[in-house]
């Protein structure tokens, strides 16, 4: 009896272990993905009707919550010139309810651009954006020379100026004169003095033109003044003279015009107060007859 009871339990634990894989087998539970090759397939968009041979015919909503977390995912497909039914599961970050992933808490890590910020997880109530030089930025940055130009960018358009190299802004030279600093003129064949190894004025010398043969430099003495001139030497006069100096020793002090009128007017005073005296003593004492 004993024997028979034993067998009796082994039996039925058996059974239930094979009806156990069996089951298991009919109704393997999804886990990532997977597909079964099918007699056919039809997907409404939102479920999804099939044929398959190892686990028979039925219908599966296309989208179900298969856990707090988890969306699984129905489909038709095609593989190997068969057609298929297949599925996915999908990792919910914000958890599994009706049958769909819920939409995530707008926060400043999720790849998207909302809650009021400037950028994509940044500006607004997140980290402010780290916006990259450009053009156009007003800040001289990139190996630019200047705010927004040159380096990388269009060209620097420089205002004219005193030390540009280039005759502009009405300067009477380059870089001088005009708004600029007065221009110093280097001693030249046409200014008119006798410098830079010149033998005479503006000639001779390793930067002029040869002096006209036998002229000479003399200070001509004239109308009380002196004048440079060259002449040749058979045209000198008595009142040409080799220096300055010596022909403005002849040059007469100007005539004292200014004494001669105080003096002249310093009589014409005198003799004015005499002939008030006269009259006034000739009224005091007239003559009797």
Known sequence: MKNKSKKILIISSIALVVAFIILFIIFKPVTQSGF????SCSDSGTAVTYSVSSIGSGTELKYQCIS????RTFFCGYRNNYDTFEWKETECSAGCSNNKCNTPTANCYDGIQNQGETGVDCGGPCQACVIPPTCSDGIQNQGETGVDCGGP???CIVPPNCYDGIQNQGEVG????GPCSACVVPPNCYDGIQNQDELGIDCGGMQCPACTPNKITVYRFSSNSCTQIQIL???RTSNDYDTLAECETHISPPFPWQLVLVISGAIIIIGFAGFIVYLSVKRKHP???
């Open 153 to 155: 960018c269009s060209a």
């Open 36 to 39: 079964y090759n099918a007699f």
């Open 174 to 177: 380059v870089d001088c004169g």
């Open 287 to 289: 003559k009797r007859s």
């Open 68 to 71: 707090s977390t988890t969306l």
């Open 233 to 235: 030497p058979s045209d």
